[in-house]
């Protein structure tokens, strides 16, 4: 008999020091969820310092407020009922300064020895750092493809810029002629081209709404049903977009005042009558928006169009359905000359 208590004790010995140092959180519970047993590791995990096995003993583990904001109190009850699970990647928070953690939770039920559920064993498995590798694997790999994606970039751009630079310098010595100025609008168009394409990485579906929207101007936008005075505001804070599309106004016969920034543009509003505002949208002091704002207040009758050459928010799409139409930078000269025969189809283009 003293053989039989020595080895029972020595295998008790052995599960408690299997349970304790196991390298997870091991709970047991009985059928009522109450918690019967918790390993060492468990208390190192879950409870504050100093915790005790004893003052955990007891708990509603179904009631156990991390298990209940992980949804993993159904699953508990399931548990008892003899039904095993594994829930992966379960988010648990604590209550230590808003700390969450990741497991991999583990339920298998206990049965007596006549083969009746008698409670279950809980096994969460800390998969957070883990999960904090793989997210810095998939961000190495996002950061080689921008590398990548820079690369091939940089090498479309050059070419075009290189051609640009050529021509200017041959400017310089007043060696231009018809045919080098040809040559810079093609390359010109093929920087145009690149950018398009760019922009159309970053939003499909802003893409296709502009397209839309400049197709406007060619198709049912209508024009204003009165009069329009022949004269037009553009606000752009680039002043080489901002002087060209007024030069490009200038040439059809319209009386242009620019602006390079929103508060300007309003404040050119307030001081003189147009007949049409050429607006972009992204600006330091006051943005396109901001300005679209006050015109509809306090002009509501006033054609404005936007220009932009950002993919436009999803959430301000509704804004711009508002204003007459829209134009994607880099702006052409068939897309003013649409504009001005909308407004002014007595205007030869």
Known sequence: RREWERKLKESEERYRNIFNTFPASVILIDLQGRVVDVNEWHLKQFESPGASRESYLGKDFLRYPPNVKAALNKRLSELLKGKSFEARNVTIPFADAGDKRVFDVI??????????????????????????????SIEAKRLEAVRDLAGAIAHEFSQPIQGLLLLGEMSTLGEVNHKHWEQVVELTERLSDLVLRLKHITSVKTKAYLRDRILDFYGSLEGSKSELPKRILVIDDEVIIREALGEMLQKLGFEVATAAGGREGVSWLERGEFGLVICDIYMPDLDGFGVFEVAQRKWPELPFVFVTGYAVPIERE???????????????????SAIVERFWP???T
């Open 107 to 136: 339920g298998v039920p206990r049965f007596s020895l006549e083969g009746e559920v008698a409670g279950g064993l809980l096994v969460y498995l800390d998969v957070s750092q883990r999960r904090e590798l793989e997210r810095k």
């Open 318 to 336: 509704k804004v711009i359905s508002k204003a007459a139409g829209i134009l994607e930078k880099p702006v052409k000269m068939e897309h003013i």
């Open 346 to 348: 007595k205007v030869r």
